[in-house]
């Protein structure tokens, strides 16, 4: 999906030119992102309660469910977070007993994340998480299919995103 970059019209949100309404937080474009991540993270906590984790750690166990053994970089390039920020997050799995980190034997420099049979035996006791969570947001309102328009959109956006932090970084 190839998304044009076009200069930011504010009237294309139904801004008027009145001077600082491009302040107003009903005119942002970042507070309903922030919004829906925050009401999306409070919705899993009662699921995620029962496995004892935060979101976070979900997200960090969902990335080794996928690939176990791999490196805190490939962690944080998935989650698209900051090493600083998973760090202490992954010495709290490990104390949890849900992950190992160990040095990588090919490049000291690396620390190797993998699931112990706690982490393991997690994946099953999940399974069933995202499901129940889709349903919850499933309704006469808002469809299956919007859902998956949102989702594909919203990769869209996270892609643009990753290649202009690329871009602005060279």
């Not at 996928?66 to 920020?85: A, F, P």
């Not at 990588?104 to 620390?111: G, I, L, M, N, W």
């Amino acid at each position: 999906m190839t998304i044009q970059k076009e200069p930011l019209n504010f009237n294309t949100f139904g801004i008027n030119a009145f001077p600082m309404e491009q302040l107003k937080l009903n005119n942002q474009i970042c507070f309903p992102f922030y919004a829906i991540s925050r009401l999306i993270t409070r919705a899993y906590q009662p699921y995620l309660d029962v496995l004892g984790i935060t979101y976070p750690q979900y997200l960090v166990l969902m990335v080794l469910w996928e690939t176990d053994n791999i490196s805190v970089h490939e962690i944080t390039d998935k989650l698209i977070l900051n090493t600083n920020t998973v760090t202490p997050l992954l010495k709290r799995m490990a104390t949890q007993g849900i992950i190992t980190r160990n040095r990588s034997d090919q490049d000291e420099r690396k620390v190797i994340i993998s699931l112990t049979e706690k982490g393991i035996d997690m994946k099953s006791k999940a399974a069933s998480i995202p499901e129940a969570l889709a349903k919850s947001f499933i309704n006469e309102d808002f469809s299956l299919n919007q859902f998956h328009e949102l989702k594909a959109n919203l990769n869209g956006i996270i892609t643009v995103l990753k290649e202009s932090e690329l871009d602005n970084s060279i």
